[in-house]
């Protein structure tokens, strides 16, 4: 039974290029969640998105950011023009259903903007 | 603002102790407060978690007690092991709405 995966692990991009993060919910989750996590800091959530569905973003900023969940395939989350402050770990999470409460995280991508 | 504020921020306890790691919230929403253990690199996992109709929650050394008057909840682990070592986060939900403390590090002396 896997987990919640996550790829690439690590990512670097310069100042200006696009990340792209994938995130594949457990086998039978249909809730995805993804949060920001800064170096000794807990976790930040961004966006909760059901397929096809975009249910709660107000934890994402509102320019460059961007996350979709499709019909098919992971969840991504893209950030455009990146800068130097988006350097973080980016957690994505999954649930069975709205209402199971237990969200269950995968390894984590780790940007590094230089 | 800062919904759920977790104390103490680091915690060293030797082997054999009791661990104690303390949450409160302020939104009274929340209906379900999860405990997550990260070691350095890995994701966070789910630990034990408890919904305010109950008081108290044990799963082996990790007990969560919870008092709803006073919005708290603090995570008890017993007879702390070096393998414990890792940073725990507490976090308060309400209808997928997930809000995290700042995390605790705990060392666990040999």
């Known amino acids: 039974n896997a987990g919640v995966m996550q790829n690439p692990r690590h990512l670097v991009r310069r100042r200006g290029q696009e990340a792209r993060l994938r995130c594949s919910p457990m086998k039978g989750h249909s809730h995805v969640y993804w949060y920001r996590q800064l170096p000794e800091e807990g976790l930040k959530f961004m966006v909760y998105l059901q397929k096809e569905n975009i249910i709660d973003e107000s934890g994402m900023p509102k320019e460059r950011f961007s996350a979709e969940f499709p019909k098919e395939g992971p969840s991504i989350l893209r950030i455009q023009q990146v800068v130097r402050g988006d350097s973080a770990a980016y957690f994505c999470a999954s649930s069975l259903a709205q209402g199971a409460y237990e969200q269950y995280f995968g390894p984590g991508t780790r940007l590094t903007v230089t | 603002q800062q919904q759920v504020k977790q104390s103490p921020q680091s915690l060293i306890v030797q082997k054999g102790g009791i661990s104690i790691i303390n949450c409160a919230y302020e939104?009274?929403?929340?209906?379900?407060f999860p405990w997550y253990q990260q070691f350095p690199g890995k994701g966070p996992a789910l630990l034990i978690a408890i919904r305010p109709d109950v008081s108290e929650k044990k799963e082996g050394r990790f007990t969560i007690s919870f008092n709803k008057s006073a919005k708290q909840f603090s995570l008890h682990i017993m007879d702390s092991q070096p393998g414990d070592s890792a940073t725990y986060f507490c976090?308060?939900?309400?209808?997928?709405?997930?809000?995290f403390g700042a995390g605790t590090r705990l060392t666990v002396k040999p």
């Open positions: 939104n009274t929403a929340f209906d379900y």
């Open positions: 976090a308060a939900n309400n209808n997928n709405d997930m809000r």
